[in-house]
């Protein structure tokens, strides 16, 4: 039991005052932070939906256009396609913010890109093919579904560190605080019992003794 007490504590009433105070503000402590955790879960496992499905979106995408554009090599050669897509102009700009679920502070994206036709893309239209510029489309509709991804994902890496430090700290309170808390606090009632008892004890003596006297 010892082992499981807050070292260098007094049995006195002051100090048991001090140790229930700390026990109430622990158990409360501890409460909510298990609902924080809870919620923290919950927010967790409804982002990880979205990021399934915005991961397979992308791959497909993706995919289309990178199978686009190895046929626009075959057909063009891999200079001309080089050509073209340094003749492109940036479509991008992206602004970064934050927001904050359940004091975890997470990023959010917000992305314009530009769905540019043809003769806007900025590369020749006699020296390509309609593979060069599928793949073009493609690979400009990915941006925005990338740059979302990583917003989702960098969000999930946040919350699940947050997640397991919340845990920790549950399980700190739940399995060493509170009960050391507790252990201390019956061991100070029990204390100062005995030292009532003895002290009664001693009085009765001494009471007895001046009778005695008398």
């Keep these: 039991?010892?082992?499981?007490?807050?070292?260098?504590?007094?049995?006195?009433?002051?100090?048991?005052?001090?140790?229930?105070?700390?026990?109430?503000?622990?158990?409360?402590?501890?409460?909510?932070?298990?609902?924080?955790?809870?919620?923290?879960?919950?927010?967790f496992f409804n982002i990880l939906e979205r990021v399934k499905g915005s991961r397979e979106k992308v791959e497909e995408v993706l995919q289309e256009a990178y199978s686009d554009l190895t046929e626009a090599q075959i057909a063009l050669g891999d200079l001309a396609v080089k050509k073209a897509a340094m003749a492109v102009t940036e479509s991008?700009?992206?602004?970064?913010?934050?927001?904050?679920?359940?004091?975890?502070?997470?990023?959010?994206?917000?992305?314009?890109?530009?769905?540019?036709?043809?003769?806007?893309?900025?590369?020749?239209?006699?020296?390509?093919?309609?593979?060069?510029?599928?793949?073009?489309?493609?690979?400009?509709?990915?941006?925005?579904?990338?740059?979302?991804?990583?917003?989702?994902?960098?969000?999930?890496m946040f919350l699940a560190k947050e997640i397991e430090s919340t845990k920790r700290r549950v399980n700190s309170l739940e399995h060493i605080i509170i009960p050391r808390l507790q252990n201390s606090v019956k061991y100070i009632e029990m204390r100062l019992e005995e030292m009532e008892r003895e002290n009664f004890v001693r009085l009765k003596m001494i009471k007895k003794t001046m009778e005695m006297e008398e």
């Design 92 to 156: 991008v700009s992206v602004d970064i913010d934050s927001r904050s679920i359940m004091g975890v502070v997470v990023p959010v994206i917000e992305s314009k890109t530009t769905q540019r036709n043809l003769v806007e893309r900025g590369y020749g239209l006699l020296d390509t093919s309609v593979k060069l510029d599928d793949a073009a489309r493609k690979f400009e509709e990915s941006i925005a579904q990338i740059i979302e991804l990583g917003e989702i994902e960098k969000t999930i």
């Design 1 to 43: 039991m010892a082992q499981e007490m807050i070292e260098g504590i007094n049995p006195t009433r002051m100090e048991l005052l001090k140790l229930k105070d700390r026990e109430k503000l622990a158990v409360k402590g501890h409460s909510l932070l298990k609902e924080k955790r809870n919620a923290l879960i919950m927010e």
